[in-house]
Protein backbone atom coordinates (compact mmCIF):
# COMPACT_ATOMS: atom_id res chain seq x y z
CA UNK A 1 0.00 0.00 0.00
CA UNK A 2 1.71 3.46 -0.99
CA UNK A 3 0.43 6.86 0.50
CA UNK A 4 0.05 9.81 -1.85
CA UNK A 5 -0.04 13.17 0.31
CA UNK A 6 -1.32 15.91 -1.15
CA UNK A 7 0.88 18.91 -2.02
CA UNK A 8 -1.20 21.33 0.41
CA UNK A 9 -0.36 19.14 3.24
CA UNK A 10 2.79 20.19 3.66
CA UNK A 11 3.76 23.30 4.69
CA UNK A 12 7.72 24.18 3.87
CA UNK A 13 9.57 27.05 5.29
CA UNK A 14 13.16 28.00 3.97
CA UNK A 15 15.53 28.75 6.78
CA UNK A 16 19.68 29.47 6.62
CA UNK A 17 21.46 26.40 6.96
CA UNK A 18 23.88 25.71 9.77
CA UNK A 19 27.79 24.23 8.94
CA UNK A 20 29.81 24.63 5.95
CA UNK A 21 29.08 26.07 2.66
CA UNK A 22 30.91 29.52 2.47
CA UNK A 23 29.56 32.80 2.26
CA UNK A 24 26.71 31.11 0.37
CA UNK A 25 25.47 30.19 4.06
CA UNK A 26 24.86 33.94 5.42
CA UNK A 27 22.64 34.75 2.31
CA UNK A 28 20.76 32.10 0.80
CA UNK A 29 18.22 30.33 2.65
CA UNK A 30 18.62 26.82 1.36
CA UNK A 31 17.71 24.72 4.84
CA UNK A 32 14.39 23.31 4.82
CA UNK A 33 12.04 22.87 7.19
CA UNK A 34 8.94 20.81 6.27
CA UNK A 35 5.96 20.15 8.78
CA UNK A 36 2.93 17.59 7.99
CA UNK A 37 -0.17 17.16 10.56
CA UNK A 38 -0.45 13.86 11.26
CA UNK A 39 -2.69 13.96 13.57
CA UNK A 40 -5.30 15.76 11.09
CA UNK A 41 -4.38 14.44 7.95
CA UNK A 42 -6.92 13.13 5.60
CA UNK A 43 -4.86 11.09 3.42
CA UNK A 44 -4.18 8.67 6.39
CA UNK A 45 -5.37 6.24 6.80
CA UNK A 46 -6.62 5.63 11.18
CA UNK A 47 -4.30 2.52 11.46
CA UNK A 48 -1.26 4.03 10.50
CA UNK A 49 -1.58 7.59 11.83
CA UNK A 50 -2.66 5.88 15.38
CA UNK A 51 0.98 3.75 14.48
CA UNK A 52 2.67 7.02 13.55
CA UNK A 53 1.73 9.30 16.63
CA UNK A 54 2.30 6.21 18.84
CA UNK A 55 5.91 6.44 17.92
CA UNK A 56 8.29 7.84 19.76
CA UNK A 57 9.73 10.19 17.66
CA UNK A 58 11.56 13.35 18.78
CA UNK A 59 10.44 15.23 15.07
CA UNK A 60 6.72 14.91 16.25
CA UNK A 61 5.53 17.72 18.37
CA UNK A 62 2.60 16.81 21.26
CA UNK A 63 0.40 18.63 18.73
CA UNK A 64 0.83 15.34 16.33
CA UNK A 65 2.97 17.62 13.88
CA UNK A 66 6.14 16.07 12.16
CA UNK A 67 8.76 18.19 11.17
CA UNK A 68 11.49 17.60 9.11
CA UNK A 69 14.80 20.03 9.12
CA UNK A 70 16.94 19.00 5.73
CA UNK A 71 20.05 21.10 5.66
CA UNK A 72 22.24 18.16 3.84
CA UNK A 73 22.80 19.42 0.68
CA UNK A 74 24.19 23.63 -0.35
CA UNK A 75 20.88 23.43 -2.52
CA UNK A 76 17.10 24.49 -1.70
CA UNK A 77 16.16 21.86 -4.48
CA UNK A 78 18.07 18.98 -3.24
CA UNK A 79 17.34 19.95 0.54
CA UNK A 80 13.43 20.18 -0.36
CA UNK A 81 13.92 16.50 -1.73
CA UNK A 82 16.01 14.88 1.07
CA UNK A 83 12.70 16.67 3.12
CA UNK A 84 10.19 14.57 1.16
CA UNK A 85 12.36 11.55 1.32
CA UNK A 86 12.64 11.21 4.73
CA UNK A 87 9.11 11.96 5.02
CA UNK A 88 7.91 9.21 2.69
CA UNK A 89 10.44 7.19 4.80
CA UNK A 90 8.58 8.48 7.96
CA UNK A 91 5.18 7.22 6.61
CA UNK A 92 6.56 3.76 5.62
CA UNK A 93 7.16 2.68 9.34
CA UNK A 94 3.85 3.07 9.98
CA UNK A 95 1.95 1.25 7.23
CA UNK A 96 3.04 -2.23 8.18
CA UNK A 97 1.43 -3.41 11.77
CA UNK A 98 4.16 -4.98 13.96
CA UNK A 99 3.67 -8.89 14.09
CA UNK A 100 2.21 -10.25 17.84
CA UNK A 101 4.46 -11.41 20.40
CA UNK A 102 3.81 -14.97 21.04
CA UNK A 103 4.31 -15.75 24.85
CA UNK A 104 6.80 -18.94 24.95
CA UNK A 105 7.90 -21.27 27.82
CA UNK A 106 11.67 -22.47 28.78
CA UNK A 107 11.68 -26.15 28.63
CA UNK A 108 12.25 -28.47 31.49
CA UNK A 109 15.77 -28.83 30.33
CA UNK A 110 16.06 -25.50 30.33
CA UNK A 111 15.39 -24.57 33.72
CA UNK A 112 17.18 -26.99 35.12
CA UNK A 113 20.27 -25.84 33.43
CA UNK A 114 19.81 -22.07 34.06
CA UNK A 115 19.89 -23.56 38.06
CA UNK A 116 22.39 -26.14 38.00
CA UNK A 117 24.19 -23.62 36.40
CA UNK A 118 23.63 -20.94 39.25
CA UNK A 119 24.62 -23.62 42.13
CA UNK A 120 27.96 -24.28 40.72
CA UNK A 121 28.60 -20.15 40.57
CA UNK A 122 27.23 -20.40 44.06
CA UNK A 123 29.48 -22.70 45.37
CA UNK A 124 32.43 -21.24 43.36
CA UNK A 125 31.75 -18.35 45.00
CA UNK A 126 31.16 -19.61 48.58
CA UNK A 127 34.19 -21.43 48.57
CA UNK A 128 36.33 -17.73 47.68
CA UNK A 129 35.49 -16.43 51.27
CA UNK A 130 36.93 -19.77 53.50
CA UNK A 131 40.40 -19.86 54.16
CA UNK A 132 41.38 -20.07 57.52
CA UNK A 133 44.64 -19.13 57.98
CA UNK A 134 44.96 -20.05 61.76
Known amino acids: ?34 RFDVANS ?3 PEP ?23 QRFRTQERNREDARVR ?11 PRPRIATRPSRGAKERRLGEKRQR ?3 KQSRGRRDWD
Request: hydrophobic letters at 45%.
Open 42 to 44: PSL
Open 48 to 70: VRARLLARRDRRVTSEGVLVIHA
Open 1 to 34: MDIEIPEHELVERFVRASGAGGQNVNKVATAVEL
Open 87 to 97: LQAFIDTGLHA
Open 122 to 124: STI
